[in-house]
Every structure is written in structure tokens, then in C-alpha cells.
């Protein structure tokens, strides 16, 4: 063989006795195969099979395979986001004339996908209350056919009886799907309640570390799977391998970061209950959190997130008491090393549970760095949103 062919033919090397711990990252468009044969009838290899990069490579299947056994599903596929997983969720389940029932609490961008996606596809959305448990069934018709979960509600926290829903739903034949990355499948397991699809964004607490965006959704039987894949392979959507052996490297620790910004969280969220004004802290652990019972029945404890609501009257300093922090940053998303605070505002979008339209609601997401730093920072953007009068108990 001449040069140039010997740079591109890469020789064979031995794996023998080369046992990692970490899972090699395998990039591939081209799959290629050993004859004609094998090449005419790869269409038979089926979704568990390689046939194109796109379709999946070994590091793409091991995270897949980790979430089956984490979620105790059939199968799984990786998006890259996880708004698209919700998107080919919704895309996999709903055709014209169909309408999908969505909770007020849900992350917002669901709500856009409905409204400015679905319905000019003849696709309807109906926005119900997170609490409404059982009484779903007065919803439900014929075109209902899916439900959507996200439980606690972004922001605000509701906790939702998930199998009340679930167990409607399945009677008037709609299919349940849910987001569950505020708990991963370490703190509640939806597909043991009902959901026939889970998806999480794998941005969160599984990377932890806010440098990459990836979603899954798994599932319960082989047909959904296929409805999923169906949507992907329309849609050309592949992940990237890098991306995915970043969340293999990232979930080895998502239990212990989770674990220590859970307890952190709980901590911070029972000292702030005594200094806020009664009720503005939001948090699943708290017994005044909506669905507070549900949670204690069907999670396996809070996470590292939670919302403390803004007092109207402290609004002008608002902007000051931000400023103000030190180890705190400013940003959206959650779940990586660094504390992260997000003045949120639900303006307009609780309509049907408790309204919190003429404030601001700050949603904390607790990092790894020293609990002592992160509570100092706390304390200084409590001292200048509330004047001293206020202060209902100082730490
Ligand atoms: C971040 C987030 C998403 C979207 O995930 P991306 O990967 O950022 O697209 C969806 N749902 C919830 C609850 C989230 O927190």
C-alpha cells in the first residue's frame, strides 16, 4: 500500500488486557460492513443493531442502557436537549385533531412548543392545575391523547399525585409522559407510577457540570421506542458522542452532588422559611409546599432546587441585593457545581393554582462549594431586601 492509503486505513491494534473503567468515546457517520451481504439486509439489524452513526454507537447505547436500568424502562433514546426530548415526546404521540393536557407549572417552554408548534399543526394543548389529582377526568375526551407530568412544578414547586393522573389517563386510553429532571431517577421513578414516557434533561444534575446540553426520554414498551425513533430519524436528530461520554464521566458523582446539594438546599430552605415572610419559601420538603404529602409518599427526597418568593415591597432591591452576591452567579439552568440564582417571573402563567403575578420569584440552585460561603451570600441578599423591621428571625 502506497502513503496516503496507509493514512487513511488505520492499522489494527491489540485491546487485549486493556480493561478501563471509562467508556470509550466511538464517533461514527459511516458504520461500515465486512460484505455485500451484510450491507443489503442491514435494514434487519433493527434499533439494537448499528447501521449509522446517527442511529446510535456503543458509548451512545451504554448511557441509553444506564437509564433503562436507572428508570426500570425498556428503552432509551438521547436528543440533544431536553426540549427536544419533550418536543419529539409531544411529535411522537399527538396528530392533528389531538390534544395533549399540560400542567400551568410546566418549564415554559413546553407551553411555547404547544401553542406556537402544535396548534398550527390542528394539534390543541388544554393548561389544567397541577393539583387536580383525580378530577383530570373532567378534562379528558376522546381527542386527550396525552398527559403531561412535571412534578414539583418549575419554579413554584406543586408536587403532583402522579398515579391519580396516570391511572385517568390510561382508562380514557391517552399515554402519560413526564419531565422528571428536577428529580432523576434517584429521588422518583415515573414509569413505576404510571408514565409511559420519562425524559430528563441530561444538562442537569447527570452532566453537572453546565458545559454541555443533552436530553433522553425512556419508555416503557418496544412500540413507543419505535414511535420515538420514527420522529428522530424524520427529524435527523443524532447526539453527539462527546456529549454523551461527558454525562457517562458526570453521572458517576450525579448521587453524592445530589445528594450534598439536597441536604444543603433542605437546610437553606428551612433557615430562610424563619426569616422570609410565612410562605415564601418553596420547597417539596416544606409541609406548606402544595402536594407536600405526595411528596413524602412517592419521592425519595428533594433535590438541590428551590424558590424563595420576593416580598412585593423588597422589589426595588431587588436589583441591589443581587449585585450583591459573591459566590452565588446569576444564570438559568441548575444543576452543575456552581450556585446558581435566577429571578424568575410566572406573570400570567398560574392562573389556576396560587398566583404569584406582582412578584418575582428567586429560584435557587445549590452548587458544591462550601455551605458556610454560599449561607454569608444568603444572608447578605436577605439583609438588603428586607429592612431590619422585616426580619422576622435573623440566623
Ligand atoms: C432545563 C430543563 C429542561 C430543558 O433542558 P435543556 O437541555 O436545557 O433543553 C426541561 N425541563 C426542565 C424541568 C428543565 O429544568
Given amino acids: 500500500m502506497k502513503d496516503n492509503t496507509l493514512c487513511v486505513h488505520h492499522p489494527e491494534v491489540s485491546h487485549e488486557g486493556f480493561a478501563s473503567l471509562t467508556v470509550p468515546t466511538y464517533r461514527a457517520s459511516t458504520i461500515v460492513f465486512e460484505n455485500a451481504e451484510a450491507y443489503a439486509t442491514r435494514g434487519q439489524r433493527g434499533p439494537d443493531?448499528?447501521?449509522?452513526?446517527?442511529?446510535?454507537?456503543?458509548?451512545?447505547?451504554?448511557?441509553e442502557a444506564h437509564l433503562n436500568l436507572l428508570h426500570r424502562g425498556v428503552a432509551s433514546v438521547l436528543v440533544p436537549s431536553g426540549q427536544c426530548a419533550i418536543a419529539v415526546t409531544m411529535l411522537a404521540t399527538l396528530s392533528p385533531g389531538g390534544t395533549v393536557l399540560v400542567p400551568e407549572t410546566a418549564y415554559p417552554p413546553v407551553l411555547g412548543f404547544c401553542r406556537d408548534f402544535l396548534a398550527p399543526l390542528g394539534i390543541s394543548h388544554r393548561v389544567y392545575d397541577p393539583m387536580i389529582g383525580a378530577d383530570i377526568k373532567a378534562l379528558m375526551d376522546d381527542t386527550v391523547r396525552l398527559v403531561w407530568l412535571e412534578s414539583p412544578g418549575s419554579t413554584t414547586m406543586e408536587v403532583q399525585d402522579f398515579g391519580a393522573i396516570a391511572n385517568v389517563a390510561h382508562d380514557r386510553g391517552a399515554l402519560v409522559g413526564c419531565d422528571n429532571t428536577y428529580a432523576s431517577p434517584l429521588l422518583f421513578k415515573p414509569l413505576e407510577h404510571g408514565a409511559d414516557f420519562v425524559m430528563e434533561a441530561l444538562t442537569k444534575y447527570f452532566a453537572g457540570q453546565s458545559d454541555l446540553l443533552l436530553g433522553s426520554v425512556t419508555v416503557k414498551n418496544t412500540d413507543l421506542r419505535l414511535r420515538l425513533r420514527n420522529q428522530m430519524r424524520m427529524l435527523g436528530l443524532g447526539v453527539s458522542p462527546d456529549d454523551v461520554m461527558l454525562v457517562l464521566r458526570g453521572m458517576e458523582t450525579m448521587g453524592v452532588r445530589l445528594a450534598r446539594a439536597a441536604e444543603v438546599a433542605d437546610r437553606f430552605a428551612r433557615k430562610l422559611d424563619k426569616i422570609f415572610p410565612e410562605g415564601s419559601v418553596l420547597?417539596?420538603?416544606?409541609?406548606?409546599?402544595?402536594?407536600?404529602?405526595?411528596?413524602?409518599?412517592?419521592?425519595?427526597?428533594?433535590?438541590?432546587?428551590?424558590?424563595?418568593?420576593?416580598?412585593?415591597?423588597?422589589?426595588?432591591?431587588?436589583?441591589?441585593?443581587?449585585?450583591?452576591?459573591?459566590?452565588?452567579?446569576?444564570?438559568?439552568?441548575?444543576?452543575?457545581?456552581?450556585?446558581?440564582?435566577?429571578?424568575?417571573?410566572?406573570k400570567g402563567q398560574r392562573n389556576l393554582g396560587a398566583n404569584f403575578d406582582d412578584t418575582i420569584i428567586l429560584r435557587l440552585s445549590i452548587g458544591m462549594e462550601d455551605p458556610d460561603d454560599l449561607w454569608a451570600d444568603i444572608e447578605r441578599l436577605a439583609k438588603t431586601l428586607l429592612p431590619r423591621a422585616e426580619l422576622r428571625k435573623t440566623s
Avoid at 428551590?306 to 438559568?332: H, K, M, N, Q, T
Wanted: net charge negative; glycine share 14%; proline share 9%.
Fill in 49 to 63: 443493531g448499528y447501521s449509522y452513526g446517527m442511529h446510535g454507537t456503543p458509548t451512545t447505547k451504554t448511557l
Fill in 283 to 346: 420547597h417539596p420538603a416544606l409541609p406548606a409546599c402544595p402536594g407536600h404529602d405526595v411528596f413524602i409518599r412517592d419521592f425519595a427526597g428533594a433535590g438541590g432546587l428551590f424558590s424563595v418568593v420576593v416580598p412585593e415591597y423588597a422589589l426595588p432591591r431587588l436589583d441591589a441585593a443581587l449585585d450583591g452576591l459573591c459566590v452565588f452567579r446569576i444564570g438559568a439552568s441548575w444543576g452543575g457545581t456552581s450556585s446558581l440564582i435566577a429571578p424568575m417571573s410566572v
